[in-house]
T-cell receptor, first 111, second 116 residues
Framework: GENVEQHPSTLSVQEGDSAVIKCTYSDSASNYFPWYKQELGKRPQLIID?????GEKKDQRIAVTLNKTAKHFSLHITETQPEDSAVYFC??????????FGKGTHLIIQP | GAVVSQHPSRVICKSGTSVKIECRSLDFQATTMFWYRQFPKQSLMLMATSNEGSKATYEQGVEKDKFLINHASLTLSTLTVTSAHPEDSSFYIC????????????FGQGTRLTVV
């Protein structure tokens, strides 16, 4: 089955700086890669996703890049703000399967 | 986006009892529903996949007789934790996907189960 590795587990950045979270996946058949933001005790919220036929996608301060050859994808958050503090999960799946999540990254935005 | 409602949000039960958690898609027909479990400060782990009208497919290591899943209609799936024990205490969360959705799924609010 699919295996998703996510790094780092904790990331602390100064407000206004950029944050980058990286994930690798094992199953070359995976074709959908969403990123979720989860606040304590709440449901994961989809913040951006990318499909395997696209190399990069951007939505305001958030961008995701995908390298299919290397089987890795990354989340980029620019101009970080205090409300960006949360746990971020990457995930991968193929077709109609359930999501395989990375272990999560605790993003801390320092004022 | 589509709305998925999960109930209850919190439940405390005694060891040995059973607990039922409901997951409803409110504004779309969910042909597939997924159940995840999340222990404190850990990631979400897929437990099982259920398709309306058929038996659930369980992930390796998940006891199907302990975690009973029913997906009897296109808007409702239930997870029953049978003979619950303290080690079953966790955050259980469902997600639902319609046939028309290209892989994206929407999550319920989650259920915090505490077994005492």
């Amino acid at each position: 089955g699919e295996n998703v590795e996510q790094h780092p587990s904790t990331l602390s950045v100064q407000e206004g700086d950029s944050a980058v979270i990286k994930c690798t996946y094992s199953d070359s058949a995976s074709n959908y890669f969403p990123w979720y933001k989860q606040e304590l005790g709440k449901r994961p919220q989809l913040i951006i996703d990318i499909r395997s036929n696209v190399g990069e996608k951007k939505d305001q301060r958030i961008a995701v890049t995908l390298n299919k050859t290397a089987k890795h994808f990354s989340l980029h958050i620019t101009e970080t703000q205090p409300e960006d503090s949360a746990v971020y999960f990457c995930a991968a799946t193929w077709g109609a399967d359930g999501l395989t999540f990375g272990k999560g990254t605790h993003l801390i935005i320092q004022p | 986006g589509a709305v998925v409602s999960q109930h209850p949000s919190r439940v405390i039960c005694k060891s040995g009892t059973s607990v039922k958690i409901e997951c409803r898609s409110l504004d779309f027909q969910a042909t597939t529903m997924f159940w995840y479990r999340q222990f404190p400060k850990q990631s979400l782990m897929l437990m099982a996949t259920s398709n309306e009208g058929s038996k659930a497919t369980y992930e390796q290591g998940v006891e199907k007789d302990k975690f009973l899943i029913n997906h009897a209609s296109l808007t409702l799936s239930t997870l029953t934790v049978t003979s619950a024990h303290p080690e079953d205490s966790s955050f259980y969360i469902c997600s639902a996907r319609a046939a028309s959705m290209n892989t994206e799924a929407f999550f319920g609010q989650g259920t915090r189960l505490t077994v005492v």
